[in-house]
């Protein structure tokens, strides 16, 4: 079978004293797909996605470590039902987090995820980070996240290995100063089960990295109809 195609992607900012925000469904969508809802924190924001209110059909797939960092989501489509935005209400405090939906296709719905998990927690400060490693099923897709905040540019670049699908940047201001809430996203498709390689992510001046992986299982070979296998962040 193939592996899980990314799709689309959509992206918000949570501003600083907003209590919600909308984050659009990515262009098509269709029955069986997977949405993945990936959350930026940036520091002094007190857990305010760790416990969100998102709405119903999400699943989390992790939670930063003291609130900062990078939280994640998951859910199955079913169109006939699916709304056209999603609102994303936070827990509390006050803060800035930056917000990406990316949509996946050709999934196994009935396990979605094979293994998600964060792989560097905020607190300290360098030029490389190393993301997690799983066992990945045969013709799986594995996505490496990767989010920091820093002044102005920091230069991240891609692991050889790993293909670039994109990266945000969400411009906001904290203690004065401009700081960039940036999330970048690779993938890595899995021909053969195997255990992931330890892929780090790097810049060219000290940011603390926050980085994740997420593996993501494709339509079973028993499956008939399940996920639609369309488009080609």
Do not use: C
Not at 64 to 75: A, K, L, T
Not at 103 to 128: E, H, K, M, N, Y
């Amino acid at each position: 079978m193939p592996s899980p195609t990314p799709g689309s992607v959509s992206y918000a900012s949570l501003l600083f004293y907003d209590a919600t925000v909308s984050i659009s469904r990515p262009s098509g969508a269709a029955n069986g797909n997977v949405l993945l809802l990936i959350g930026y924190v940036r520091p002094g924001t007190a857990n305010m996605l760790n416990n969100a209110s998102l709405p119903s059909g999400f699943t989390n797939l992790f939670q930063p470590v003291s609130g900062f960092g990078i939280v994640g989501w998951r859910r199955i489509t079913d169109i006939t039902t699916e709304p056209t935005s999603y609102t994303v209400t936070r827990q509390g405090g006050s803060g800035q987090a930056a917000l990406s939906l990316q949509l996946v296709t050709g999934v196994d719905t009935a396990t979605p995820i094979a293994t998600a998990g964060i792989g560097f927690s905020r607190g300290t400060s360098g030029t490389t980070a190393t993301y997690p490693t799983f066992s990945a099923p045969a013709d799986s897709l594995v996505f490496y996240l990767a989010a920091a905040d820093a002044e102005g540019s920091y230069g991240p670049t891609t692991a050889s290995g790993l293909t670039h699908r994109w990266q945000i940047n969400d411009w906001a201001v904290g203690s004065g100063d401009d700081y960039t809430h940036q999330i970048t996203l690779k993938s890595r498709s899995i021909t053969t089960a195997e255990t992931t390689a330890a892929y780090t992510q790097t810049s060219s001046t000290p940011v603390t990295w926050n980085v994740a992986a997420v593996v993501v299982k494709s339509v079973e070979p028993t499956s008939t109809t399940g996920a639609a296998i369309l488009l080609g962040l």
